[in-house]
């Protein structure tokens, strides 16, 4: 597997906000029988669509369909597991950048880190 070098863990946010907002927007053209956004995701998407960054409300979408065993505002590794093990034969970084989100080293990633981690400020942040 390739190494991941520090210009690629530098722009792995950018790519993930960009993966998300596209996921999203794939999900709104569906039904929900198809897999697709149910109705206030999709309220969430439009609204997505209008903001200075589009991608802020995706990656919120994101953390909170994987936020589920407990719906705690944090994701453990399990959690973390799904999308790490479909951006791992992808993305040499992904290892890495999940630990440079834990901050606090507490084994967890919460909305906090994860909105700071994926280039927010905290007041855009939302929980």
């Known amino acids: 597997m390739e190494q991941c070098n520090p210009a ?3 722009t792995f946010p950018q790519r ?6 596209e996921v999203m927007k794939e999900l709104s053209g569906l039904t929900e029988e198809q897999g697709g956004l149910d109705e206030e995701e999709r309220e ?9 960054k589009p991608w802020r409300r995706p990656l919120h979408w ?4 994987m936020d589920i065993a407990p719906n705690d505002f944090h ?12 951006l791992l034969p992808m993305e040499p ?3 890495a950048f999940i630990a440079s989100c834990d901050t606090n080293d507490d084994d ?4 906090v880190e994860w909105g700071t981690c994926m280039g927010l400020n905290e007041e ?3 929980y």
């Open 44 to 52: 969430f998407e439009k609204l997505a669509e209008a903001e200075t």
């Open 62 to 65: 994101k953390f909170f369909n």
């Open 124 to 126: 855009e942040i939302l």
């Open 8 to 10: 690629d863990l530098a």
């Open 93 to 95: 970084c992904t290892d």
């Open 16 to 21: 993930m906000r960009t993966w998300f907002l």
């Open 75 to 86: 994701l453990s590794e399990s959690e973390l597991m799904p999308m790490r093990a479909q």
């Open 108 to 111: 967890l990633i919460s909305i």
